[in-house]
């Protein structure tokens, strides 16, 4: 019982955001994260890191790589593409991605894919230009019988040379078991050369309760 319980918080634990949404980039050029999250947990430190990188190829696919690991117990590798789905008016953005590789449990790899939609659109505030991004999504890993379905929103300020601001929730379910969910509001600091220092607390919910620093750095190029 203890082991299933691991090894579903794990699955979970592992499942990481889009960061572009309905986002398509621009022909020729990219995006790339690099982040590590330090989590307690029941006295325990533990540790995830997490790459991720797009890059424009024509101005309806987007090619990227999405790198997850967890403590070397369970993490992911995938490539996606992504492909804009022009059926709302041009203030609103929507977009269809797959993503395909593999996902291991102890260095045991076996076959993974994930299926999502995407939407998006910006806006104006008091506080300046802003970003608000839906995202849900169907997975399904070798390393285990049951698919998980996600819906994870997203809301951000944008504005150049300034703190942005950003919430992000989590979401992702199961079947025959509990919603798990997480809460992670964050602050990009501006840094030189198109690149932003992301710092955040996430309280997350799953098999137990547990609260992580989220430490990466962003870059445009």
């Not at 592992?14 to 990219?30: E, H």
């Not at 799953?206 to 430490?215: A, E």
Request: include cysteine; glycine fraction near 10%; charged fraction near 20%.
């Amino acid at each position: 019982m203890f082991r299933g319980l691991v090894f579903l918080w794990l699955f979970i634990y592992c499942a990481g955001p889009s960061l572009a949404g309905a986002w398509l980039r621009d022909p020729g050029s990219g995006f790339a994260s690099a982040s590590v999250t330090f989590r307690r947990d029941g006295g325990d430190w533990s540790s995830e890191l997490s790459y991720y990188g797009d890059y424009g190829i024509t101005q309806s696919l987007t090619l990227g790589v999405d790198l997850n690991d967890a403590d070397r117990l369970a993490g992911h590798t995938l490539i996606f593409a992504r492909v804009s789905l022009n059926f709302l008016p041009p203030e609103h953005h929507l977009a269809t991605e797959i993503s395909l590789g593999g996902a291991h449990y102890r260095n045991e790899w076996k076959p993974m894919h994930k299926l999502t939609l995407s939407y998006g659109r910006g806006f104006d505030s008091t506080w300046g230009p802003g970003w608000l991004a839906i995202d849900g999504a169907y997975e399904k890993r070798g390393t285990s019988s049951q698919p998980i379905v996600k819906l994870d929103a997203t809301i951000g300020l944008n504005a150049e040379e300034h703190l942005r601001p950003m919430l992000q929730i989590e979401t992702a379910k199961i079947s025959g078991h509990q919603l798990f969910y997480s809460i992670t509001p964050s602050l990009q600091v501006p840094l030189p050369r198109d690149s932003h220092l992301l710092i955040g607390l996430q309280h997350r919910v799953t098999t137990q309760r547990s609260l992580g620093l989220k430490v990466g750095v962003w870059h445009r190029f």
